[in-house]
């Protein structure tokens, strides 16, 4: 009965960190789809799965990357059924960075988003797992089912692009947002280097 006990109770505990995790996830969802509705469906499969799959979740290990890689799953399931590439004229992709800037710097917090819509989706999707939602080369990469090499790559591209399309030459280009600098920072060095050779 003690055991009983104890696994609901710390079924309940999961459930309430899922559950703050949510925002996060629908950040994640954004980004992928390019679409709110479509977002929230994503994190509604997503709690779904994880709800119906908690007691093989264990505690202690990272609950964050657990739900985000049921999410991707459940997006590239939907994905391949799709058959199409998923765009996002809107720059919808990028709202996870909801934090608008108190002022303006020369790069426009709009324009950044519509900037990262103009990356491929396999680096956008490293830059926002890294930069963004604040997870390890390692946890984005068991997370994309990749190398850590293969997400450092993606990275890299994608803020050596970022930095050219935005044509950036200091950090103080861009506004206080710190979501923003967190997506953007190393940019300004990197644009100088030059840019691999492999392509993902």
């Given at each position: ?29 954004i ?32 609950l ?51 900037t ?41 591209r ?7 399309l ?14 923003s ?20």
């Amino acid at each position: 009965m003690s055991t009983n006990r104890s696994s609901a109770h710390s079924d309940s505990l999961v459930r309430d960190d899922i559950l703050a995790i949510v925002p996060q996830l629908r950040g994640f969802a954004i980004s992928l789809s390019g679409n709110f509705d479509r977002a929230d469906d994503l994190v509604q499969e997503t709690l779904l799965r994880a709800l119906a799959n908690i007691e093989s979740f264990e505690l202690g290990t990272n609950l964050p990357a657990w739900l985000f890689t049921i999410l991707r799953n459940a997006f590239r399931a939907e994905y391949r059924k799709r058959r199409r590439e998923v765009e996002d004229s809107n720059g919808r992709h990028a709202e996870m960075l909801k934090t608008y800037p108190e002022q303006h710097g020369h790069i426009d917090f709009k324009e950044l988003q519509q900037t990262l819509g103009k990356l491929p989706a396999s680096q956008r999707e490293a830059l926002i797992l890294v930069c963004a939602s604040g997870f390890s080369y390692k946890e984005a990469a068991e997370i994309c089912g990749c190398a850590d090499g293969t997400v450092k790559s993606r990275v890299h591209r994608a803020r050596i692009t970022l930095a050219e399309l935005l044509s950036i030459e200091d950090i103080d280009d861009l506004g206080p947002d710190q979501a923003s600098r967190a997506v953007v920072a190393g940019t300004v060095s990197m644009s100088a280097e030059h840019r691999p050779t492999d392509y993902i």
